[in-house]
């Protein structure tokens, strides 16, 4: 093999490994880009309760956190909530629908109550507050509700054409109703995208006032101070996690944990102040 030959292959040998560094170096670099996009993050919702994990998507967990907020604003049993989100589930898939089904036309709203059947106007039924209280205003006057199988507690309130079908969502109600009334800690974590618009703590308030009544609060800049502990500072805390979206809130800190939706990794240690609840909001985009 002559000398100039030998030349030539090297060279050839040289310009391969660079192209190959080259590809290698684009591969890693759009594998990095997509990594942090945004557009891949599938938003969802996690409640973890012993061994079972559930999921929701980010409105259905919204309305289950207003649904069992309602219950820890009654001073209901978590068996409740637990009862109330089942049914809805079955009933709209915890969403606020306005339209119904061939077994009931009339039906509307997160638990598909029908005018007609005297559950109230259209408005009314649409309405999520009402919707909520007037079927734990049905759940309460059945006796021993708290010790009932779902779909018994669950029927003898809807009266629905389809009792059993309640069952199957029992084991999702128990795990959302538990971490939301406060009574499994760091139990629910939602996945989200950062927000896009700065969030208002006065939104905040005016909606956590909304689902479990007036609560000491306390607004600081871009954040909102809570006086509670125990299960209602978990509630409040869960709550939270579960509007997120919806209130472009980026963190919340209770008892020495905290859920930081830019790190994506549920609810860890902190060294934050462990008393009461801090609720923090996106900032205004730069």
Known sequence: ?????????????????????????????IVAVLQRSETLVTERCVAVVGAETHELATDQAANASLISAISVQRGLPPRAASIALATAMQESRLRNINYGDQAGPDSRGLFQQRPSQGWGTEAQVMDPVYATNAFYD????????????????????????????????????????SALTGHSESSLSCELR????????????????????????????????????GTQAWALAHWAV??????????????????????????QASAAASAGVTITVSAPPT
């Open 242 to 267: 579960a509007n997120a979206k919806t209130l472009a809130i980026t963190q919340v800190d209770v008892a020495g944990q905290t859920w930081n939706r830019e790190k994506r990794d549920g609810w």
């Open 138 to 177: 049905g759940l309460v006057k059945v006796p021993g509700y708290e010790t009932m199988e779902i779909t018994q507690a669950a029927q003898a309130v809807q009266r629905s054409a389809f009792p059993r079908a309640y069952a199957q969502h029992e084991p999702m109600g128990r795990a959302f109703a």
């Open 1 to 29: 093999m002559s000398r100039r030959t030998s030349v030539r292959r090297f060279r050839r040998a040289i310009v391969a490994v660079l192209a190959l560094a080259l590809v290698a170096g684009a591969i890693y670099a």
């Open 194 to 229: 950062m927000p896009e618009a700065a969030g208002d703590p006065a939104a905040v308030v005016n909606e956590l006032t909304t689902a479990f009544g007036t609560q000491a609060a306390t607004v600081q800049g871009r954040s909102v101070q809570l006086e509670a502990t």
